[in-house]
C-alpha cells in the first residue's frame, strides 16, 4: 500500500476514536483499503430496586426481615410488622446502675453508655429526666395492650399500645422517658422543659422521638413525646438529618424487590 493510502487508513481511525460515543466498545479492522467500524455498547449496571411507597397503616402480622439481635438499628415495627414472640435480646441490663428507674428496669448493654451521659446532659442543663418503662417482653405487652383496652376500647387502645410483638420496647432499645420526681409523664410533657430538651438534644446521644408530633399518618401511633428508641450516635444523626419520621427512614432500609 503506498505511504499516503497507510496514512489515510491511520487519519480515519483516529477520527473514529475520536467520535465515537463514551460507553462504547470498538474494534477497526482494514478491508479493502476501508476501515471497518465495529460497535457493542457497554451494558449499564444492573437498576437498583426502586424503593415502594411506606405502607399505609393497616394491621398485619408480617415478620420484620431484620429480627436478629444484631439487627437492632435496622428493625421496622409498626403496625404491621414484628417480632417472633421468642424475641428477648440476651444482654439485658437494669438501668438502676445509673440511677434510674428501677431494678426491673431493663434495656440492653449496648444503651447504657449513651444513657448515663443523655442523663448526665440532661442534668447539667438543669432538666433531669427519669425513665418510666424500658424492656417489655412479648408477654407483658399483652399485658398493657389488655389493660387499655378495657379502659378505652380496642379502637382507641391501639392507637395507643402496640399489639404484642409490634413494640420497640421489645427490643430492649426503646424507653419512655419523664422528668424526675415527676409521678408520670403525659403529652403535655413536649411543653415541658425536660420534654423539650430531650426533642432537641437525644438524638445527639442515639436517641429518637419515635412517634413525634403531628406525624401519625406515617408513625401510625398517636404523638408520644416521652418514647425515644435508640439507634446509637451515628444513625441517630442520619435519622435527624434526613427529616424522616424513624419508621420512615427504616423502611428505606429494607429489602425490597
Known amino acids: ?17 475520536v467520535l465515537i460515543p463514551a460507553g462504547l466498545l470498538v474494534q477497526t479492522a482494514v478491508l479493502g483499503g476501508r476501515v471497518a467500524r465495529t460497535e457493542r455498547v457497554v451494558q449499564d449496571e444492573p437498576a437498583q430496586p426502586e424503593i415502594p411507597p411506606l405502607p399505609p397503616c393497616g394491621y398485619g402480622r408480617e415478620r ?14 409498626d403496625t404491621t410488622y414484628r417480632l417472633p414472640r421468642s424475641y428477648e435480646p440476651p444482654d439485658l441490663v437494669p438501668i438502676s446502675r445509673l440511677g434510674l428507674g428501677t431494678d426491673e ?7 447504657i ?18 425513665v418510666t418503662w424500658a424492656y417489655r417482653s412479648f408477654t407483658t405487652q399483652r399485658q398493657v395492650l389488655e389493660t387499655w383496652t378495657q379502659q378505652r376500647g380496642r379502637d382507641e387502645a391501639l392507637r395507643i399500645a402496640a399489639r404484642p410483638g409490634h413494640s420497640e420496647h421489645q427490643l430492649g432499645t426503646g424507653l419512655d422517658f419523664k422528668t424526675r420526681g ?35 399518618a406515617l408513625t401510625c401511633y398517636d404523638h408520644e413525646p416521652w418514647h425515644y428508641r435508640y439507634f446509637g450516635r451515628d444513625v441517630a444523626r442520619q435519622i435527624r438529618e434526613s427529616g424522616l419520621t424513624a419508621r420512615e427512614f427504616l423502611w428505606r432500609l429494607q429489602p425490597h424487590g
Open 64 to 77: 420484620t426481615a431484620y429480627r436478629g439481635y444484631e439487627d437492632w438499628q435496622r428493625t421496622l415495627l
Open 105 to 111: 428496669m431493663l434495656v440492653r448493654e449496648l444503651v
Open 113 to 130: 453508655d449513651d444513657l448515663a451521659a443523655l442523663a448526665a446532659a440532661a442534668e447539667e442543663a438543669g432538666n433531669p429526666i427519669d
Open 182 to 216: 415527676a409521678p408520670n409523664v403525659d403529652v403535655g410533657w413536649r411543653s415541658e422543659p425536660a420534654g423539650r430538651w430531650m426533642r432537641q438534644h437525644a438524638w445527639e446521644f442515639g436517641f429518637i422521638e419515635t412517634y413525634p408530633k403531628d406525624a401519625e
Open 1 to 17: 500500500m503506498p505511504a499516503s493510502r497507510r496514512s489515510l487508513v491511520i487519519v480515519l481511525g483516529v477520527a473514529a476514536a
